[in-house]
């Protein structure tokens, strides 16, 4: 079964400054996607960002970027110039890549940013 | 103009009731899924729904029994509550047939649910 770790329980920022969140997976499988979810205290579950396993291209948007290291199973996080509104639960999630397959997620990360 | 939507947001109740969620998706999927997250924010699958077939059963008692009307709607009825059942549940849908991009889910907004 696969397994989704977040050692980080709760991190802190100062706004405008970089942080890195981080994340280990667990499986055998060759084709999978990893994911990263923003939850706000709406707890409304966004989307940040996504990776397939496949592209070695480190995924990015604006200011979000993830360090996909396959080899080591590892799949950071990085958020720069932070901003007060990033301040949520972050989770990151697999899953497999066969249709209808479900998201795994790690136990999530408490972002919190400090103006 | 919500894609994913869930009634009711707020549910509290007394324990041995019978309650439902409701979910419905306007996103043209064909696959709808419920997740819990417990009090410690914990997020777990229970069941996936495929053109309205069951496809993903994880060990849930069998006091939660899905419906899946037809493709935009999976409802989520609960048998018998109790305490440990007080969590938050999430439907998601996603395209996981021709057309799919990158098989993202999206997730309503969750329902509380508080058993007394």
């Known amino acids: 079964a696969q397994t989704v770790t977040q050692s980080q329980p709760e991190m802190s920022v100062q706004e405008a400054e970089t942080v890195t969140l981080s994340c280990t997976y667990d499986?055998?499988?060759?084709?999978?996607?990893l994911f990263w979810y923003k939850q706000p205290p709406s707890r409304q579950m966004i989307l940040v960002i996504r990776q397939e396993a496949y592209k070695q291209q480190n995924a990015t948007e604006n200011r979000f970027s993830v360090n996909f290291q396959k080899a080591a199973k590892s799949f950071s996080l990085k958020i720069s110039d932070s901003q007060l509104g990033d301040a949520a639960m972050y989770f990151c999630?697999?899953?497999?890549?066969?249709?209808?397959?479900?998201?795994?997620f790690g136990g999530g990360t408490r972002l919190m940013v400090k103006p | 103009d919500t894609a994913v939507s869930q009634t009711p947001k707020y549910l509290v109740t007394q324990m041995g009731n019978d309650k439902s969620i409701k979910c419905e998706q306007n996103l043209g999927h064909d696959t709808m899924y419920w997740y819990k997250q417990d009090s410690k924010k914990f997020l777990k699958i229970m069941f996936s729904y495929n053109n309205k077939e069951l496809i993903i059963n994880e060990t849930v008692p069998n006091r939660f029994s899905p419906k899946s009307p037809d493709k935009a709607h999976l409802n989520l009825h609960i048998n018998s509550l109790e305490l440990g059942d007080s969590a938050v549940y999430f439907c998601?849908?996603?395209?996981?047939?021709?057309?799919?991009?990158?098989?993202?889910?999206?997730f309503g907004p969750g329902t509380r649910l508080t058993v007394l």
């Open positions: 998601a849908s996603s395209q996981e047939g021709a057309g799919g991009l990158y098989n993202e889910q999206f």
């Open positions: 499986t055998s499988e060759s084709d999978y996607y």
């Open positions: 999630a697999y899953r497999r890549g066969n249709a209808g397959n479900m998201l795994t």
